[in-house]
């Protein structure tokens, strides 16, 4: 098996011609090539049907939309806030258009409807990042896969998540096409996906119980409100996985540390941005995801949550090798300019110009 360091040999551009033949097609343009693309089921359908036709039907594929989908989700994460909380949070809605934006966030001024937000990017994205880690995860010691993996990652965190903009349909295509005809990575990414899903509305709906029970927090610390929600959200994960039985199952065990996963891509994300263009988090009111993870670490460390935990253990180790490996990665090809090329600078500067960052 071949070590970093090796890796990283084969991958210097600066020994081509001679390791040509282990060179990956360069699919970051292609990637990146796509324009705004908001989603749209049936098209989504056609396009899934032709990478993996052989493996299920357009009716299981139908039925599982059907099965799950964003509103049913809220409407399990509202039902157990009743179960567990005794808050039904019922005059609450859901949003869910483009726009430009992979935080969820709840709308709520006490006197007008609250709705929860859930961009569609968001939901792109998240599908999209976790797909291409498992399946890097997965083939690791395949170069041609780890090469566009990390290039996939890379163009999510650096076109998606810093500027907001929506995957095209080169894009997506292309990510398909490294998945296709492997029928492990994609019921593992949506699995994952629905159970971060799960945990970001309940998030957003803490936010609101914690108001309506008249839950302050001081101004030096307004981070602990985001502690808070985080630790009633991810209590409602963990009981849907415990209580649910195995036929009527919403949320798989073995994704109990997808949040984690979900903080994961935000350190990504804020980490990518760093390395690329020297920026620095700071929002007083969102602690690192860090910090983050740690408390959901805390929390389900307690006796209270008992359950099969061996293969959540195990995919969430094999992600977190690929986390270290494009953290190293980036920050080595950064370093040799080697990623001038997907630098968008200029651009980054007028959005701090703006007061975005
Ligand atoms: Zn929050």
Redesign the pocket.
């Known amino acids: 098996m071949l070590e970093k360091e090796d890796k990283d040999f084969l991958y210097d551009e600066d020994r081509i011609p001679f390791i040509e033949k282990f060179m990956v097609p360069q699919m970051y343009d292609l990637f990146k090539f796509g324009g705004d693309m908001v989603k749209d089921d049936e098209r989504g359908i056609k396009r899934m049907m032709q990478y993996f036709s052989e493996f299920f039907t357009e009716e299981q594929l139908r039925e599982n939309m059907e099965r799950y989908n964003l509103p049913k989700m809220f409407e399990v994460v509202k039902g157990y806030f009743k179960k567990e909380y005794g808050y039904a949070g019922e005059d609450i809605t859901l949003s869910n258009r483009y726009q430009h934006t992979i935080n969820s966030?709840?709308y709520n001024d006490q006197d007008n409807p609250a709705f929860v937000h859930i961009d569609e990017l968001f939901e792109s994205t998240v599908i999209a990042f976790l797909l291409a880690m498992f399946k890097w995860s997965k083939d690791f010691d395949d170069l041609d896969i780890y090469g566009d993996c990390f290039r996939y990652v890379l163009f999510l965190m650096n076109d998606v998540c810093i500027f907001g903009e929506m995957q095209g349909q080169y894009a997506n295509d292309s990510l398909l096409q490294l998945i296709s005809g492997d029928v492990q990575i994609l019921p593992l990414a949506e699995d994952c996906y629905w159970t971060i899903v799960v945990f970001s509305l309940a998030?957003?709906l803490?936010?609101a119980y914690l108001a309506d029970i008249g839950k302050s927090y001081s101004e030096e610390h307004p981070e602990k409100?985001?502690f808070d929600?985080?630790m009633i959200a991810y209590h409602i994960v963990l009981k849907i996985i415990m209580e649910q039985e195995d036929d009527k199952r919403i949320l798989e065990k073995y994704t109990y540390l997808a949040p984690m996963m979900y903080m994961d891509f935000f350190d990504l994300y804020y980490y990518t941005d760093r390395v690329l263009y020297k920026s620095r988090f700071f929002d007083p009111?969102?602690p690192l995801p860090i910090d983050r993870k740690k408390r959901l670490f805390a929390l389900v460390n307690r006796d209270e949550y008992d359950f099969d935990t061996v293969d959540g253990n195990h995919l969430y180790g094999g992600f977190l090798d690929v986390y270290d490996e494009y953290r190293d990665q980036i920050l080595l090809k950064m370093e040799r300019g080697k990623l001038n090329r997907v630098l968008h600078t200029e651009r980054r500067n007028r959005m701090r110009g703006n007061g975005n960052d």
């Open positions: 966030y709840i998030h957003e803490a936010h409100e985001e929600a985080d009111q969102h």
